[in-house]
């Protein structure tokens, strides 16, 4: 039976603030845990992603060739391939190409590594400001076990740069756009 006339007993006012003080406190308290843990896990995910490009790029500089170095083997007759792996676009923009260099579409040659010689040093070379051709052809070759190639640092532009010389590219070629 309740006191005062049938009516359940007043709560105290204070208790009733002190509940809600506390779920809120428990509240931020699971806020700031889930937060915490979510900073963590993308914390770990950038520093895995960090490890893996650090790799990568670790690995393709061992697969790279300075225009200097390049330039030291052609001209003293070295055997070295040099595959010029522009796109379409860029090859139309710019004309020229290395002397003794084979032209070879991006496309082509993903869809067939096989088109550089295993046995034989190569070299490979695009207009790209990150070589991003040039690395992906390398990535492709060295899966397929072409170990023996490299892309040319700086590309096209870089060997420019160091007033190597060019020559004009006069064969034809298709503007297809896919990479």
Known sequence: MSVRGGHEPLENPFTSVGNLVSQGVEEEQNVALILTAVCIAVLCLLTVIWMKHTRDWRELELHSITPEA????????????????????????NSEIIPGATRIPPTELLENPALIPKEKDSVVYCTCPS?????????????????????????????????????????????????
């Not at 792996?85 to 923009?93: M, Y």
């Not at 040039?134 to 070759?141: F, G, K, N, Q, W």
């Not at 060295?142 to 096209?156: A, T, V």
């Open 70 to 93: 390049l330039h030291t083997l052609l001209t003293s007759k070295q055997e070295i391939l040099v595959f010029d792996v522009r796109l379409p676009l860029d090859l139309l923009a």
């Open 131 to 179: 070589d991003k051709t040039s690395r992906v052809v390398l990535r492709r070759a060295l899966g397929m076990q072409l170990l023996r190639i490299k892309f040319l640092r700086g590309g096209l532009a870089g060997w420019k740069a160091k007033g190597y010389p060019v020559e004009r590219y006069e064969k034809s070629f298709h503007l297809d756009t896919r990479t």
